[in-house]
C-alpha cells in the first residue's frame, strides 16, 4: 500500500526536523510521533484515532500563537495547550498540507527555538 499525502508530508516535517541540533524522533503517547531536542518535545505528529489521510501537527509558537488562530488549518488550542501556546494544524482528507509545507517548517524552527536550550536555539 503506497503512503497517502498526509504520511508523506510528516515524513518530510520529520525529515526536516531532524536536521535541526541534537533532535531525534520517537514515539509520543500511544497514537502520537514526536521531535525532541534533547529529550524535550518540539512537534508532535498524529492524534487520536486519526486516519491515515489526515495529518495533525502540534507545536509551540510562543511568538506568532495568536497570529495564526484565523488560518483554515489551525484548530482551536484548548486548556494547557492555549495556555503554553501550543498551536494545532490539521490538515482533513480532502485538505493538502503540501500547500502549507514552508509555513510548516517555519513554526518547526519556530518550536525548536522555544523549547531548545539557548545555545542550540541560536544556531537555527
Not at 510528516?10 to 503517547?29: I, Q, S
Not at 497514537?31 to 509551540?60: E, S, Y
Request: net charge neutral; aromatic share 12%.
Amino acid at each position: 500500500m503506497s503512503e497517502t499525502p498526509h504520511q508523506r508530508a510528516e515524513a518530510e516535517l520529520t525529515a526536516f526536523g531532524l536536521t535541526l541540533p541534537e533532535t531525534d524522533a520517537g514515539l509520543g503517547w500511544a497514537f502520537t510521533r514526536v521531535l525532541r531536542v534533547r529529550g524535550r518535545m518540539f512537534a508532535i505528529f498524529g492524534d487520536k484515532a486519526q486516519p491515515i489521510d489526515q495529518l495533525t501537527v502540534t507545536v509551540k509558537l510562543p511568538i506568532s500563537f495568536e497570529m495564526v488562530q484565523d488560518l483554515w488549518f489551525v484548530r482551536e488550542s484548548r486548556g494547557w495547550y492555549r495556555q503554553h501556546q501550543w498551536a494545532i494544524a490539521h490538515f482533513g482528507p480532502d485538505d493538502d498540507p503540501f500547500s502549507e509545507m514552508e509555513t510548516l517548517k517555519g513554526w518547526l524552527r519556530q518550536s525548536y527555538a522555544a523549547i531548545a536550550p539557548k545555545t542550540l536555539a541560536r544556531l537555527v
